[in-house]
């Protein structure tokens, strides 16, 4: 949950927040939840109180530490625009996402009304340039963040593990500020046809469910991903197979074993450097 991470499309993790609640069926089986609620109830335990929301302010500083420029996974062991974390505290880790211009973030969410809400307002992006400001007396900030929305160095992604919240979810991001928006089709519950939204989207990511209780994703799944991706010049990403395909073609349990895969599939792509775009 720091500097690090196993995560495939990332080189580290940052969680001022911990906790969440599920709002769709790519919940159902969350890793982070699983992992978190190992620990309820263990005194002193960092997880003592499970997967319930919790802030972390120790923790927001964080980036600001390194060094070494590195692509961010925001938030993975929560979701930054849960209603329960309040609109200062998103505001001051933007704050330190426009201090830490060296890093590239990635904010993943599936609550795609209060982002677009949020991150739309005016006084939000006030609360985010006097938090910026207040930061530069620490002498780390770069005084170029200071005004510049949406900030160039977030990406920002909606989850779409079917159709429906694909329908619903993707929309709503195109209609939001942003430099970079992705699409997170994991775990991938379906055939989705996003074909009608590549043009205007920088990155997808594909990947099965891994884990108890893990739901198969159907190769064709993630060939029409990486096809229609291709076809209109889209860097896709896919992460993992998941643990019922990837143990029938001898891919390991999370489908991970790039070797065993489709060739067709080993496709694991980024996106350039993006100038920051403003919603239509």
């Known amino acids: 949950m720091s500097d ?3 995560i495939e499309w990332t080189d580290a993790t940052w969680n001022p927040v911990t906790g969440c609640t599920k709002v769709s069926a790519g919940c159902d089986h969350c890793y982070a939840e699983t992992f978190a609620e190992r620990w309820r109830g263990t005194p002193g335990h960092h997880f003592e109180n499970g997967f319930d929301v919790t802030l972390r302010p120790e923790r927001l500083m964080q980036p600001l530490r390194w060094k070494k420029p590195r692509q961010v996974f925001v938030n993975s062991m929560s979701d930054l625009f849960h209603e329960a974390i309040p609109d200062d505290f998103v ?10 211009q060296r890093h590239t973030f990635q904010v993943l969410t599936k609550r795609h ?6 991150l739309s307002s005016p006084a939000f992006q006030d609360a985010v340039t006097k938090e910026t400001t207040a ?7 770069d005084f170029r963040a200071i005004g510049e929305w949406p900030l160039p160095n977030v990406w920002l992604g909606v989850s779409a593990e079917n159709q429906k919240w694909a329908d619903i979810r993707i929309p709503a ?9 992705f699409v997170s089709a994991e775990p991938l519950l379906g055939l989705l046809n996003l074909t009608p939204w590549l043009p205007r ?6 990947g099965g469910e891994s884990g108890s209780g893990a739901r198969p994703m159907d190769e064709n799944w993630a060939r029409a991903i990486v096809w229609h991706c291709h076809a209109m010049g889209i860097p896709v990403f896919v992460k993992q197979l998941g643990s019922v395909l990837g143990r029938s073609l001898g891919a390991g349990p999370k489908g991970g074993d790039w070797d065993a895969w489709p060739e067709d ?13 403003r919603a239509a």
């Open 4 to 6: 690090g991470s196993k």
């Open 91 to 100: 505001a001051k880790m933007f704050a330190v996402m426009a201090s830490a």
């Open 113 to 118: 009304g209060r982002m677009r809400s949020l």
């Open 135 to 141: 930061l530069l007396r620490t002498g780390q900030p």
């Open 173 to 181: 991001l195109l209609d939001t500020p942003a430099a970079v928006r």
């Open 201 to 206: 989207l920088s990155w997808i990511i594909a």
């Open 265 to 277: 599939l080993r496709v694991r792509e980024f996106p350039a450097t993006a100038a920051p775009v």
